[in-house]
């Protein structure tokens, strides 16, 4: 008689609101959590100006280049998707799975609704109707408006966006929700459209919560754990 196959478990991850973190300290938690591969799930407001790469963008391309000429810190992602304006106040978020977990099994590129549920829930629970909606595919350089994977919107705006990086151990899925438009940053770095960061971009204090980041943030972090 054949034994029966258990089916891999669901791992539920600690939990932690890290506060205020720089952009480049962010990445590097992301870092050590991925390496350690144990489940976890993080949530911070970051607290400095940044760009932030996917790991397939060069450095040194149009994207990059403009931002360390208006005095940007550029930072390379361990995720894919191209460009991110990183501001004061943007919310974050990270869960670190084991592959062993089927969450982090071969569906997991198209995790974005799973994985970010809490996101949803937390954005709905502050009063704001998020969803994860197809890409909106108008920009080759900046993520939130590009044409692959899935971007959290609100009124048929992006919002936030995330991204996954899978090694041989660990899945790791993070993202971000936008705390305010740069409009002058946002074109010069990322050459984009005024008429394209109006109609499609919005922001936590565009929508009236901007001062509520870090309720947000702990609302966040609770709803991922319970995902």
Request: charged letters at 20%.
């Amino acid at each position: 008689m054949t034994e029966p196959v258990a089916s891999p478990a669901r791992a539920t991850p600690c939990a932690m609101d890290e506060g205020r973190l720089g952009a480049e300290a962010n990445l590097g938690r992301d870092e050590e959590l991925l390496a350690e591969g144990a489940p976890f799930a993080r949530v911070a407001v970051l607290a400095d100006r940044a760009v932030s790469l996917g790991a397939a963008q060069d450095p040194d391309g149009p994207t990059g280049r403009r931002a360390r000429e208006l005095g940007l810190r550029v930072l390379r992602r361990r995720s894919g998707g191209t460009g991110l304006l990183h501001l004061p106040g943007d919310v974050v978020w990270s869960i670190v799975l084991p592959r062993t977990d089927p969450r982090a099994g071969r569906g997991f590129i198209e995790g974005y609704a799973t994985l970010g549920t809490g996101v949803v829930r937390a954005l709905r629970e502050h009063g704001l109707d998020a969803t994860w909606s197809p890409p909106i595919g108008s920009s080759s350089e900046y993520c939130l408006l590009s044409g692959r994977g899935r971007v959290l919107t609100v009124g048929g705006r992006a919002l936030g966006g995330a991204a996954q990086h899978l090694t041989s151990g660990a899945l790791l899925h993070h993202g971000v929700v936008t705390s305010s438009l740069d409009r002058g940053l946002l074109a010069a770095v990322f050459a984009l459209s005024d008429e394209a960061i109006s109609r499609q971009l919005t922001s936590l204090d565009a929508l009236g919560l901007g001062p509520s980041a870090p309720d947000l943030a702990r609302s966040i972090v609770r709803h991922l754990v319970a995902t």
